[in-house]
């Protein structure tokens, strides 16, 4: 990313282990780092980073905090499970002159959703990043991030994914799948990948798929989406879950999917005896190793 390195970087931080481990990446990288942590949704674990709050909607106290820290770049990082309650930041004037735009911005679909509420940064003369620009490191790369690659017929059923994926995304459908001896098990929706886990794990125990059949977790971006916000992650906890559930791995799109705490991901994988792949969606068959 070619900018002055001692230009500040804003983050405003939803849930999980992402945002931390960006801030860590740009500060290892020589670039000062602002953190806005929204209440509620953000890990306390930011206050490492001297993270400043805001309750999630509070649109006019966040721009003041960025323009007093001189930031033009912005990083929106972490999941967000609620959406902005304004009742509760009815004294934020700043808030309260843009309520137009941002309830403008609110309505629709998830991937509109994130579009809109991009171009409101933008035009309070911010620039929005990608995790990619800011933490290279953190993307998925071709190829196993363990010692374990999926078998012929774990290939099929990635292809299989990767299929049903590209077919669903203009659709503002989830970025995951579970396929299992070429059956189509479950797609993600609005709950999230963790909960997609569980649900294939309920069908598999209430005998609805055979023993032998291990499905395989497919993650993929949605073609229409903004790759600077929302990109599908994974790390420990996913493997952790689909190793409970019976899977016999994961495999998500290499460049578009980003893995948090790689190392502990990796022996994870290794200890369950699973696969971690990244993909090419545009291969014929994935580009998956054999």
């Known amino acids: 990313m070619d900018r002055p390195v001692d230009q500040p970087l804003a983050i405003l931080a939803g849930g999980g282990a992402l945002p931390l481990e960006v801030a860590e990446a740009a500060r290892s990288a020589g ?20 993270a400043q709050w805001v309750e999630w909607g509070q649109v006019g106290r966040l721009l003041d905090l960025l ?18 309650d304004f009742r509760s930041v009815a004294s934020d004037f700043g808030t309260v002159r843009r309520l137009p735009k941002i309830l403008a911005a609110l309505s629709g679909g998830d991937d ?3 579009r809109r509420v991009i171009g409101l940064l933008e035009s309070e003369g911010l620039r929005v ?33 990767l299929s049903l994926l590209v077919a669903l995304g203009p659709f503002d459908v989830g970025q995951a799948a579970i396929v299992a001896g070429g059956r189509i098990v479950a797609i993600e929706g609005a709950e999230g990948t963790d909960a997609l886990i569980d649900r294939y794990r309920a069908v598999r125990t209430a005998g609805r798929i055979t023993r032998d ?7 993929a971006s949605k073609p229409q989406q903004d790759r600077r916000v929302d990109l599908p992650v994974i790390g420990p906890e ?7 559930a019976g899977l016999a791995g994961i495999a998500a799109e290499a460049g578009q999917v980003l893995v948090v705490r790689r190392q502990e991901t990796r ?12 993909v090419d969606v545009g291969a014929v068959d994935g580009g998956l190793p054999r």
């Open 31 to 50: 670039r000062r780092v602002v953190v806005v942590g929204i209440r509620g949704e953000a890990d306390a674990a930011i206050e490492a980073f001297g």
């Open 213 to 219: 059949a291990q499905g395989v977790l497919v993650k």
């Open 129 to 161: 990043l990608s995790v990619p620009e800011v933490a290279p490191a953190l993307v998925l790369a071709n190829g196993p991030v363990g010692r374990r690659s999926p078998e012929a017929a774990h290939r099929a059923d990635i292809a299989r994914g």
């Open 67 to 84: 323009a007093a820290e001189h930031c033009r770049d912005l990083l929106l990082v972490g999941g967000v499970v609620r959406r902005p």
């Open 238 to 244: 996913t493997v952790r879950r689909a190793a409970d």
């Open 267 to 278: 022996a994870a994988a290794d200890a369950a005896g699973l696969f971690v792949v990244g």
């Open 112 to 114: 509109g959703l994130l």
